[in-house]
């Protein structure tokens, strides 16, 4: 150990840390890139791995809704090769993952790659490349740049990120407190509605990773079609955005810890992502290298 306790943090406090700025400054890359990020119109795929999949779910549902046209998230491994797409977005902070260098090999469209790392494979076979050097990572959890790709892609949809930003750094300086039974509760189910469902994954994931919590997601209106049953006391649902009416009451008979504070759906996951490195140090557990991962996952050919 070192004398110096900020040298023992680990790396993934800072970087969550440096979300609002780093948010911002994604954002303001937005309009310079016109004609190379999506265009109103343009049918769009939008392609990741783990938590980058989530955020293309995240984009999807927010281009769609800002009637951009028609975007689809898919898994990179699930890419279908033949829909026709006007642009495929590949999202990776690594640019190495080898389900997105074979995807972005395989189709036809231009691909866009939105990445950390510059002059890697998935770069190299993308027609376009945006880095966010900036937003790069030492955790192998990701934080920082998941959210500020999400965060350029929202921007490019005319959305200002001023708001979400200073809503983040509130909940940095201590503002928007989680209920503290959640340090111990033994499982949480995250709900979102629309393009909050691939946000809610992500935060799930995140626990997953980081503390190797039992958590789950769903979108809001599948939830009471079975997940539901989970519910008890000692557990939690955490709702991201705002809840369809009748959600609440219906958790809240389950007698499970409810969290309904209807923020920004991504400064929600700021909480969620805080979460996660709270009890994984509290469990003991190193939440920059989770067990089984690597910053990326790279195959044998097959
Ligand atoms: C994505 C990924 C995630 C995983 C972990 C490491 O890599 O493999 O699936 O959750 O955080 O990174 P990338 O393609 O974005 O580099």
């Given at each position: 150990m070192s004398s110096d306790p900020a040298a023992d943090a680990p790396y993934v406090r800072e970087e969550i840390a440096r979300q609002p700025g780093a948010w911002?400054?994604?954002a303001r890359l937005a309009p310079d890139l016109v004609g190379?990020?999506?265009?109103?119109?343009?049918s769009?795929?939008?392609?990741?791995?783990?938590?980058?999949?989530?955020?293309?779910?995240?984009?999807?549902?927010?281009?769609?809704?800002?009637?951009?046209?028609?975007?689809?998230a898919f898994a990179a491994s699930e890419l279908?090769?033949?829909?026709?797409?006007d642009r495929?977005?590949?999202?990776?902070?690594?640019?190495?993952?080898?389900?997105?260098?074979?995807?972005?090999?395989?189709?036809?469209?231009?691909?866009?790659?939105?990445?950390?790392?510059?002059?890697?494979?998935?770069?190299?076979a993308s027609t376009d490349t945006v880095v966010l050097d900036?937003?790069?990572?030492?955790?192998?959890?990701?934080?920082?740049?998941?959210?500020?790709?999400?965060?350029?892609?929202?921007a490019s949809l005319g959305e200002s990120i001023d708001a979400p930003s200073a809503q983040a750094s509130e909940v940095l300086a201590g503002q928007h407190r989680l209920d503290p039974a959640l340090a111990s509760v033994e499982q949480i189910s995250f709900l979102g509605r629309h393009w909050a469902y691939g946000v809610a994954q992500e935060a799930a994931l995140k626990l997953r990773e980081a503390c190797r919590l039992?958590?789950?997601?769903?979108?809001?209106m599948e939830y009471r079609h079975g997940p539901i049953a989970i519910a008890q006391p000692g557990r939690a649902v955490w709702v991201m955005g705002d809840p369809v009416p009748g959600l609440v009451d219906d958790i809240r008979r389950t007698g499970a810890l409810l969290v309904d504070d209807r923020l920004d759906p991504v400064v929600d996951l700021v909480r969620a992502q805080l979460?996660?490195?709270?009890?994984?140090?509290?469990?003991?557990?190193?939440?920059?290298?989770?067990?089984?991962?690597?910053?990326?996952?790279v195959l044998a050919d097959s």
């Open positions: 911002l400054r994604a190379v990020l999506p265009g109103p119109g343009e769009v795929a939008v392609i990741g791995c783990g938590t980058s999949w989530f955020m293309a779910m995240a984009y999807a549902g927010l281009r769609e809704a800002a009637g951009h046209g028609r975007t689809d279908p090769t033949d829909r026709g797409y495929v977005v590949a999202i990776s902070r690594s640019g190495t993952t080898t389900e997105v260098v074979r995807a972005v090999t395989s189709i036809q469209a231009p691909v866009l790659a939105l990445t950390a790392v510059a002059g890697t494979p998935v770069a190299a900036f937003a790069d990572e030492r955790s192998v959890v990701q934080t920082v740049f998941a959210t500020s790709a999400l965060m350029l892609l929202r039992w958590t789950e997601s769903y979108p809001q979460l996660a490195v709270d009890r994984a140090q509290a469990g003991g557990l190193d939440p920059d290298r989770p067990r089984s991962l690597a910053r990326s996952v």
